[in-house]
């Protein structure tokens, strides 16, 4: 069989390859990817809140900075020890400035240290050369570890400021998650969510503590070398500084490919990443389907233009660097050359040329360093603008200044002409009128797609209604502070969602302050003590990932439990018993009945059994209650529920 590509697999089974998918996801921003790319929309902007959180660290930044000049002029002045010392062994003086300058402090610290030295060296005379040559690597050495120890507090104050700094962006993320709406969810999924919170976050950090310190450090090492250089020999700083453009254009043609391959690599790595995680969480449904053998093609030829890319981004980023580093030696030898003529023809010293020729070296190094960074640099921007972009999105309205605690609430829910859609052009509910009196049961019924769910979201205010309203008793939702509210409406979804942590815990999470025995009894409630019981540690058995090592149903005995310890006089059971089967069902349902005893309840059940004994039953259609009444009076009405009941239809 010939090789099929990418897009051979993608034409054949469309939406199945499920590379199709991930090749839409924006380069690097799939989960685990590490989100590089994009240029920063508005740097300025985005750099001035971030200053906003290194500030704490001013003090910090300055002594950072302050080591940082110390640790370069230590580097530079260290060098030019070499002049002195090359010139002195071969005779001669050093005639520039800071080499006269070096000669002198040698020369003055030798003549402190002279008795010592002399005792040691024993001939006075013959020794004079030695004498000179100790004491300049004595220097050489106290001024070098000075600089080695300018790096260290450096860098580890540095970390400090970016660690702080992550740390704080962190958990300013955190809390506006927390504070975001339902609605927020909708339209950002989860792994963009995540990835704001690791690779952005990353990013940022490593752009505090790497990217800045070698910009800043770079540039300082430039000015400091070109000084230097100018100080040493003018003719010779034009003749490097003459080549260093030729060269460093090659090398910023080269970061760029290598920036372009780069971003091809973090496409390709999200696009890995996101087809492992899928395949990985959907295991069984791959298994039931037999597309093991699809899957092994689609992910090989994903990793294959991984691969590719990853070679090229790695061969440009890597490997051409140190070819340019071959290339910059020809420069390095024409300054050597010229050197040589200038020794010939002037005083110039072949100690100077010897310090000089390091620091041309020295001197294209953070050029071509200074673009690599730059990448990061704005990567980190781009990342952080993302975070920023969370950090305003709206947040769920406060609440009003004069809203009203819901102590004692007894659940007495009206619902007058509400019309809502999620969208404003897009009406889901269409005059919604309903009552339910405390501790009455309202069913809605109606197929997938109706507004069943929308209803009981309106009513705790996951969205809020702007047409119509919403009251209990007699006092509009939005006029209650919304934790109230929350804390007297219990949900049992159809989804369950359990933390790690033990059985108890997990129960314990419907009311804090609840006591082991309450625990109990809201598991005794609902059903769960005995199959809790049963479990190996009983009560302190762990609930690991969202709860795998229990069955749909026993999560689903946990949620009730949940809502069963919650004191809420208002209940919203949502095909919490659908996932279950029937056996299951029942056993859930004798929970179940005692947990809606005095409670105001509204039940979304997929199967009519369920809802049969209910006050009263809406059927909905379309977003509008198309009939209404007791089971008996809608099998009288002969209408849809009569229909839905007897089988007539079916719900879709
Ligand atoms: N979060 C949402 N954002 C936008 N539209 C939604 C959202 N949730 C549900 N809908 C839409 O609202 C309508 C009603 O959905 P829902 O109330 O969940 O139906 P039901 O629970 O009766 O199956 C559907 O057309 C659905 O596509
Ligand atoms: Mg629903």
Known sequence: MAKRTLQDLQRQYGGVA??????????????????????????????????????PYRGHLVLVLLFMLLSTVTSLV?????????????????????????????????DAFAPTLYSWLGHQTAADVLAYLLTAIGIMLVVYLVGVAATYLQSRLMLSVSQGTIESIRNDLFDKVQALPVRFF????TGEVMSRFTNDVDNIGTMLDNSMVSL????????????????????????????IPIFSMGGMAIAKRSRKYYKGQQAALGAVNGYIEETVTGQKVIKTFNHEALCEEEFGLLNDDLRGKQFKANFYGGIMGPIMGNTSQISYAITVGVGGILMATTGFTPGALTVFAGYSRQFSMPINNLSQQMTVVFSALAGAERVFAVMDAEPEAPDRPDARPADGMRGYVKMQDVTFGYDPDKTVLHHIDLYAKPGQKIAFVGSTGAGKTTITNLLNRFYDVEQGAIT??????????????????????????????????????????????EVEAA??????????????????????????????????????????????????????????????????????????????????AHRLSTVRN?????????????????????LAQKGRYWQLYTGAAELD
């Open 216 to 243: 800043i450090s770079g540039s300082v090492t430039l000015i400091g070398t070109f000084i230097f250089m100018v100080t040493t020999n003018w003719v010779l700083t034009l003749v490097t500084v003459f080549f």
């Open 614 to 634: 209910a006050n009263a039953i809406m059927v909905l259609e379309h977003g509008e209650i198309i009939e209404r009444g007791d089971h008996d009076d809608l």
């Open 186 to 189: 909708d339209r950002n999924p």
């Open 472 to 517: 209990v008793d007699d006092v509009n939702i939005q006029d209650y502070r919304r934790d109230d509210l929350r804390r007297n409406i219990a949900m049992v979804l159809q989804d369950t969602h359990l933390f790690t942590g033990t059985v108890r815990e997990n129960i314990r999470y419907g009311r804090l302050d609840a006591t082991d025995e």
């Open 78 to 110: 260290g060098g030019y020890m070499m002049a002195p010392i090359i010139d002195r062994l071969a005779g001669r003086r050093t005639e520039t400035l800071v080499g006269r300058w070096a000669d002198g402090v040698i020369s003055a610290c030798r």
């Open 523 to 604: 598991a005794k409630t609902a059903s769960a003590h005995s199959f809790i019981m049963r479990l190996e540690h009983g009560y302190d058995t762990v609930i690991e990932g969202d709860g795998t090592n229990l069955s749909q149903g026993q999560r689903q005995l946990l949620n009730i439990a949940r809502a069963a310890l919650s004191k809420a006089p208002i209940l919203v059971l949502d095909e919490a018993t659908s996932s279950v089967d029937t056996r299951t069902e029942r056993h859930i349902e004798h929970g179940l009945d005692r947990l809606m005893q005095g409670r105001t309840t509204f039940v979304i």
């Open 18 to 55: 499920s590379s199709q998918k991930i090749k839409m996801r924006p380069g690097g921003r799939g989960p685990g990817a590490a989100g590089i790319g994009g240029k920063p929309k508005n740097a300025r902007h985005t750099i001035q809140r971030l200053l906003q959180y290194v500030k």
